[in-house]
């Protein structure tokens, strides 16, 4: 049996079609979508306002034939860092 190969990052080109916006003033701009990757469900820190295709991400992926690690944090709560929306430090590796 062979060592399994190193996780690759998927470029953002592939994983996100279309702009993911998490940009942020306050942690009331930031909530938790599902934003997707080439695994299916995909939780992230946004703006509340930011539009999100998970199934475009899907689609992108499999017409590219990308693949991505699999597992995501669950995330109980955003806030707002610098400008940009972030995970709260409660966040856990499923």
Do not use: H
């Not at 999100?52 to 693949?67: L, Y």
């Amino acid at each position: 049996m062979s060592d399994p190969l190193p996780a690759q990052r998927v470029p953002e080109s592939v994983a996100r079609p279309g702009k993911v916006d998490s940009s942020c003033r306050s942690d009331a701009d930031c909530t938790v979508k599902d934003v997707g990757n080439c695994c299916g469900y995909f939780p992230a820190c946004v703006n509340v306002n930011s539009p999100t295709d998970p199934k475009g991400v899907q689609a992108q992926c499999a017409k590219s034939g990308m693949a991505s690690v699999c597992g995501f944090q669950e995330i109980s709560g955003c806030q707002c860092v610098q400008g940009q929306c972030q995970a709260g430090s409660g966040a856990v590796a499923q």
